[in-house]
């Protein structure tokens, strides 16, 4: 996943829990913190959305940074602390999310998802065309040796990567729901 979407998916996802997990949210009064769906979040977040960020800043730095600066020139240190700081996005708009929930301010989370699904938007179009292709970013600068996505071994392990993402959060969303009507 490009680091320039990373935020704002995880912002979502955060939020999608929430509304996911509301009936537990809105039984307890406790912080927010201490119930399950703060947990499943945190658990997502950190077995589910580091790796599949982390992949890609591992093994596909240029792309993953959208070509537009040299992954060599970026110490792993830093990519770590991104990785890092992306992982925690999704508890802390759950909370957010959770805490408007039992407000029953659903037109303040409708505004915040809706804003983070417009950002999404442009991001992708606005960066779109430059992940379609695979290469250097020193190819990407130049124009040359360039790949296109479909058919590389970097658009198979998005299929891969993303797909068990998104089939852990739907496992995890599906057991937040049963454990909050339960």
């Given at each position: ?40 979040c945190g658990l997502v977040s950190v077995l589910l959305l580091a790796p599949a960020i982390g992949y890609f800043v591992a093994f596909h730095t240029d792309w993953a940074y959208a070509y ?115």
């Amino acid at each position: 996943m490009p680091l320039l979407l990373a935020p704002a998916v995880a912002a979502l996802l955060g939020v999608v829990l929430a509304l996911v997990g509301r009936d537990e949210l809105r039984r307890t009064s406790g912080p927010v913190s201490a119930t399950r769906g703060f947990l499943v979040c945190g658990l997502v977040s950190v077995l589910l959305l580091a790796p599949a960020i982390g992949y890609f800043v591992a093994f596909h730095t240029d792309w993953a940074y959208a070509y537009f600066v040299s992954g060599r020139r970026i110490p792993s240190a830093v990519d770590l602390i991104e990785v890092v700081a992306i992982t925690a996005i999704p508890p802390a708009t759950f909370s957010w999310a959770a805490v408007s929930l039992r407000r029953h301010a659903v037109r303040e989370i409708v505004r915040g998802a809706g804003v983070l699904v417009v950002l999404l938007a442009v991001a992708v179009a606005l960066i779109g065309p430059r992940m379609s292709v695979v290469g250097s970013y020193e190819a990407f600068r130049e124009g040359y040796d360039l790949v296109p996505l479909s058919g590389s071994p970097l658009g198979l392990a998005i299929v891969w990567v993303d797909g068990f993402l998104t089939l852990g959060v739907v496992w995890a969303a599906m057991r937040l729901r049963a454990m909050g009507r339960a």
